[in-house]
């Protein structure tokens, strides 16, 4: 047995969380996707049969009231809240994460209020956030700036309205620095809005903590809601009171059903809800986020690491020098919870993979992905993944 694989085992031995693994629906597969869909939680196909059949089926509109549906958004919203570090009744559950986006954008653009023109976009954004970002420009009449992470800093102007960043660069998995970037915006004046799609559920963000303004991310992710599962909005509590959301549907009426013909917006998180909320989703998310009840997520960062440590060392090891570069930080400050490796022919190296029983995914033009879900993934399984890819690319080997 080779020494990485014995140094695994032991690994796996001692790892606190290796019993959530239980709780997923999985099989021989190193699934190292999660990044992009989170696997099944295995409470999730009962209460979705609930939710039909007898919920839906026989309570049918009692539903509502007695099933607690018309307050899942909010409810949801609390449950995600420790993971983000926000306190409760700050983050709403509905709609997808680009119009969320929508709605944090266009909100940061109105409270920032007069004198205030420009928003500042990562220009390495996941693309729905820069459409997105640039039809918000439009319709506040402010300019778009796209800028890298490192050039906002310097971007930051008495014109600066808003800037929207990522808190992990979806295609290299680099962790930006939320603390000291939001810090940089508060002093120009801005509101900073913070997509989380890619480290809400592998790391600590600390929205309160910050006092980030505005954000948004999606639960289909690290959060494994399922695909399509709705996403979330958070608003700082200061801010809630002033946010004026460019959707403002009857479920963020303070009376919903007073069918009034004047808007009168609703105090706190669900001022950020549209319209009738997708509830065989929204209930499939929540019976998702129960394998968090016990889990804090220090512990989920720390193992994260490890397992990205980890592969880094197996890839090196194994992999034919020259063959693969990392194109993820090797500092520990500056990385999430996946490793980006850039490979010729990534494409036909990924599917081959994926054949062998090893998922991760290809990202355009170049580059292999590879996600690390630690509340079911293992460090023989990175062992294991490491050792395919090096045979993948290693053919004459056998
Ligand atoms: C996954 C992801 C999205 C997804 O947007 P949807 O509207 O949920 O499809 C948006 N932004 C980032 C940065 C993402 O990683």
Same mark, same amino acid.
């Given at each position: ?37 989170? &696997? ?35 409810? !949801?919203?609390?449950?995600i809240?420790?993971l983000v ?5 700050? !983050? ?39 459409? !997105?970002?640039?039809? &918000? ?30 808190h992990v ?26 997509d989380l799609c890619h480290s809400a559920g592998a790391l600590?963000v600390?929205l ?7 954000a948004?991310g999606c639960t289909?992710k690290y959060l ?8 979330y ?64 997520i ?101």
């Amino acid at each position: 047995m080779s020494e990485l694989l014995v140094r695994a085992e032991k690994l796996d031995a001692s790892d606190e969380l290796a019993a959530k693994r239980a709780e997923f629906v999985l099989d021989e597969t190193v699934y190292l996707d999660g990044n992009s869909l989170g &696997a099944l939680p295995a409470a999730v196909p009962d209460r979705v049969a609930d939710v039909v059949r007898r919920q839906w089926g026989a309570l049918r509109i009692r539903s509502w009231d007695e099933s607690g549906w018309w307050t899942a958004p909010e409810r !949801i919203g609390d449950r995600i809240a420790p993971l983000v570090g926000a306190a409760a009744g700050r !983050i709403v559950v509905g709609d997808s994460t680009s119009v969320n986006l929508f709605k944090a954008l266009v909100g940061a653009v109105r409270l920032a209020g007069e004198g205030r023109d420009e928003i500042v976009v990562d220009a390495t954004t996941f693309p729905t956030d820069g459409y !997105i970002a640039e039809s &918000a420009a439009r319709l506040t009449g402010c300019t778009l700036r796209p800028v890298t992470p490192a050039e906002v800093p310097e971007a930051l102007s008495a014109r600066t309205a808003a800037v929207l960043l990522n808190h992990v660069d979806y295609r290299t998995g680099r962790l930006h620095d939320l603390p000291a970037l939001t810090a940089a915006i508060h002093a120009s004046g801005a509101l900073a809005v913070w997509d989380l799609c890619h480290s809400a559920g592998a790391l600590p963000v600390g929205l309160d903590e910050h006092g980030v303004d505005l954000a948004v991310g999606c639960t289909y992710k690290y959060l494994n809601g399922g695909p399509g599962s709705p996403a979330y909005l958070y608003v700082r509590h200061d801010h809630q009171a002033r946010f004026d959301s460019p959707l403002p549907g009857w479920n963020s009426h303070a009376e919903p059903f007073g069918m009034r013909t004047d808007y009168e917006p609703a105090a706190g998180a669900l001022r950020g809800r549209v319209g009738t909320p997708d509830i065989l989703s929204m209930l499939a998310l929540e019976a998702a986020l129960e394998v968090w009840d016990d889990v804090p997520i220090e512990a989920v960062r720390a193992k994260s690491l490890a397992l990205t440590d980890f592969f880094l060392e197996c890839v090196a090891e194994y992999v034919p020098p020259g063959r693969v570069e990392s194109l993820t930080p090797a500092a520990h400050a500056e990385r999430g919870s996946q490793v980006a490796l850039r490979c010729d022919e990534a494409g036909p190296v990924m599917k081959r993979l994926i054949e062998r029983g090893v998922v991760g995914d290809f990202r355009h033009p170049d580059v292999l992905r590879f996600g690390f879900t630690p509340l079911y993934v293992g460090f023989a399984d990175v062992e294991r993944a490491a050792r395919v890819l090096a045979e993948t690319l290693s053919p004459a080997r056998g």
